[in-house]
């Protein structure tokens, strides 16, 4: 279940933590690394904050006092199916490392969402959300994660798709873009409790935060 969140405050501490860059290890052996997702992984020190990221909260949703071992074990496969796909980035377009945090992204996105044992203990961690966004003209909420951290990101998920963006320099609020996703400009900009969002060959949708619960 989505939680509410100021975005305004989720925005205002992704810029307060960013942290020059420093030496990180990932949360795996990089000695037995045995794909070329893991090698880039090792050699990166902003994915490398990723897999620690969700290695943690991966850890708290699974150790959460109202997890049950079927739900468990669903979450451990799950882990199991997304090292596979994570191996294959190899073959991407977009480049091996952009399909890796990609990949980072929009799996912490899934696992904040769908247990609430993962967000309980922000304040140690990169990620943020997920934020419900209302966008006039979209019949379903657009739902929003922001990763804080070398490299800065903002997942997005709506209906059946869903997309990573990357911040990139703004004059005002934060401005996530890319032209990766369906051959156009992909574009969320936020400030306070609004945001602009824009999809490839579509208009710019003005958005609120959504009150939930």
Sequence with gaps: MRYTLSLLAAIGLCIAG??????LAPSFD????????EDAICQDTGLAELDLELSRIYHLALTGPNMTE????????SER????DRRECWRASVGLETCVA???????????????????DDATGISLGPVALRCNGMDALLSAVFLNGER????LTWFDRAMVLPRVPSGSGSKYETDIWD???S???TQGDEAVFNEPGGPELRCVVEEIG
Excluded: K
């Design 152 to 155: 800065s990101l903002v997942s």
């Design 187 to 189: 574009m969320l900009w």
């Design 30 to 37: 990089c000695s037995r690394s045995d794909s070329d997702a």
């Design 18 to 23: 960013q942290v020059p860059a420093q030496t």
């Design 70 to 77: 079927d739900r468990a074990e669903e979450l451990r496969q």
């Design 81 to 84: 199916d997304w090292i596979q």
């Design 183 to 185: 051959g156009g400009t």
């Design 102 to 120: 990609n990949a980072y992204a929009f799996r912490i996105h899934e696992i904040r969402e769908s247990y609430a044992e993962a967000r309980r």
